[in-house]
């Protein structure tokens, strides 16, 4: 059974710094395209980021040059680390596995101003 389940958030003063974390269980993780993705209450989920099996990243607009997204496929885990945070990061962040139904739980960002 694929499991992910992410960890990491919080929170935190505008400007400053978390790492989230995604463990991925129940798949062969190295081949998977991981996308991250927020939602605040009342609007549609937004893509963030998302790295490929062989590393190359995406990143929205919005976090651009203070996101970075990394993985590490002998832990079948993948990271966000988010620097320069603004209140309007603040969101529930998940992990999922590129066209699938897998997502995980989420875990709260809030970014205080």
């Known amino acids: 059974q694929v499991q992910l389940v992410e960890s990491g958030g919080g929170l935190v003063q505008a400007g400053g710094s978390l790492r989230l974390s995604c463990a991925a269980s129940?798949?062969?993780?190295?081949?998977?395209?991981m996308d991250w993705y927020r939602q605040v209450p009342g609007k549609q989920r937004e893509w963030v980021a998302s790295?490929?099996?062989?590393?190359?990243?995406n990143y929205a607009d919005s976090v651009k040059d203070r996101f970075i997204i990394s993985r590490d496929n002998a832990k079948k885990t993948v990271y966000l680390q988010m620097n320069s945070l603004k209140p309007d990061d603040t969101a529930v962040y998940y992990c999922?596995?590129?066209?699938?139904?897998?997502w995980g739980q989420g875990t709260q960002v809030t970014v205080s101003s």
């Open positions: 129940g798949t062969i993780f190295s081949i998977l395209i």
């Open positions: 790295i490929h099996s062989i590393g190359s990243t």
């Open positions: 999922t596995i590129r066209n699938s139904n897998y």
